[in-house]
C-alpha cells in the first residue's frame, strides 16, 4: 500500500514537471509565432485551461496533493461537527442533572414544609418539570468553549 502510494506520487511529480515544461514550451512557442485570426479563439481557449491548471500543477510538483487537503479539510470539518455535537450532549446533560438536583431540593423543601405544618393545603411537590425552566450554575458557561456561547446568543 505505501509502495502504491509513493509510486503514484512519483508518477503525479513527474507529470508535473512535464506539465511545466510543456506551458514554458507553449509561451516560448507563441512569443516566436504568430497567431492566426482563424484559430485564434481555439488557442486562446486551451490557453486559458492550461493557465488554469498551472496552480494545481506546481502544488503537486512541490509535493502537496489537491485531493489530500481536501480530504484533511474535511476530516477536520468532521471532527469539529463531532465536537459540537458533544458539546450539545454535554450542555444537556448538565441541564438534566440541575433538573434533577432542583426537584430533589424541591421535593426535600416541600416534605420539611408539610412535616412541620400538616394543615397547610397541598400543593404541587415538584415545581421544575421543564428544562426551559432549569437555570444553570454559572460555572458551566466555562466548560462550554467560546463558540457554543456565540451560537446561543
Known amino acids: 500500500m505505501e509502495q502504491n502510494n509513493d509510486e503514484r506520487a512519483r508518477r503525479g511529480w513527474w507529470f508535473s514537471v512535464i506539465f511545466m515544461i510543456l506551458v514554458v514550451g507553449l509561451i516560448l512557442f507563441l512569443t516566436y509565432v504568430r497567431i492566426v485570426e482563424e484559430n485564434r479563439d481555439v488557442l486562446i481557449g486551451i490557453l486559458g485551461v492550461v493557465t488554469g491548471s498551472i496552480s494545481s500543477m506546481l502544488a503537486i510538483a512541490s509535493g502537496r496533493d489537491p485531493s489530500e487537503v481536501e480530504e484533511l ?3 477536520i470539518a468532521q ?4 465536537r459540537v455535537a458533544l458539546i450539545a450532549r454535554l450542555r444537556d446533560a448538565q441541564i438534566q442533572l ?3 438536583n432542583e426537584q430533589l431540593f424541591e421535593i426535600q423543601c416541600r416534605l420539611i414544609d408539610q412535616c412541620s405544618s400538616i394543615s397547610r393545603p397541598r400543593d404541587p411537590i415538584v415545581t421544575t418539570r421543564d428544562e426551559s425552566l432549569v437555570t444553570l ?3 458551566v458557561d466555562e466548560w462550554l468553549p467560546s463558540v457554543e456561547r456565540s451560537e446561543e446568543a
Open 73 to 75: 479539510r474535511e476530516q
Open 79 to 82: 471532527a469539529n461537527a463531532d
Open 98 to 100: 440541575q433538573m434533577k
Open 137 to 139: 450554575h454559572p460555572l
